[in-house]
């Protein structure tokens, strides 16, 4: 089965090139190609990407708050940056990001990529097939998994991952919340102790899992 890919760059011959690349893989294809990163995130929900190929720097909205709203939208996602600036990366594998690929692309480099993309997915239809047992002879685990949340937040916390949920960046739950941006970051903490996670994605995805949210 083909793996779907959408890839974002607002310089088209950027954009053409790293197309040209997927494809050529012949175990992924491009489902969607944008110079507009707002219209990509309009799609995602009917395209449900299982790859991203993000460009940083882009007038609409940068390539890491795309990856951080399209990710609230589908967790599963697999990021991959490609960029022209080096000074990202951290915050990029913040976001558990599988790559953070450097321009001028070398076909050798992105191949690297696309076999990383290739075992990841892998290890999660391995891993999904296991659950599928598991819930199938009625583990004890997934039982347990049932069971309602002890998980206790308070109001403002819950409204800080209420709204990262939706996709909203830290600077924008701060003005939204007539609160500052420090103040945000304490919630966050709060909020990933008691959650025991240690990143907004894992808290947005175990806060559904516990029905939070």
């Known amino acids: 089965m083909m793996i779907k890919t959408i ?9 053409e090139e790293v197309c040209e690349l997927v494809e050529k893989t012949g175990f992924m294809q491009v489902t969607g190609k944008y110079m507009n990163p707002l219209k990509a995130l309009e799609e995602a929900s009917t395209l449900c ?7 940083i720097e882009m007038p609409e909205l940068d390539g890491l708050t795309f990856a951080e709203r399209l990710l609230a939208i589908h967790p599963e ?3 991959a940056f490609i960029t022209s600036w080096n000074q990202y990366a951290v ?16 076909e050798e480099r992105f191949l690297k990529l696309a076999e990383k993309i290739q075992a990841e997915i892998s290890r999660k239809e391995q891993l999904s097939y296991a659950e599928q047992v598991l819930s199938l002879y009625g583990s004890q685990s997934s039982s347990s998994a049932a069971q309602p949340s002890n998980i206790s937040l308070t109001q403002r916390e819950m409204q800080v991952l209420t709204l990262l949920s939706q996709g909203l960046t830290q600077r924008e739950i701060a003005e939204g919340m007539y609160l500052s941006i420090s103040s945000i970051k304490k919630y966050l903490a709060g909020i990933y102790t008691k959650l025991s996670v240690n990143n907004k994605i894992s808290a947005v995805q175990k806060a559904r899992e516990a029905k939070i949210i």
């Open 7 to 15: 890839v974002l760059d607002d310089e088209w011959y950027n954009l």
């Open 49 to 55: 990407p299982q790859v991203a190929f993000i460009d």
């Open 77 to 79: 996602v697999m990021i």
């Open 91 to 106: 915050q990029a594998f913040e976001l558990s990001a599988l790559d953070y690929v450097m321009k001028p692309i070398k």
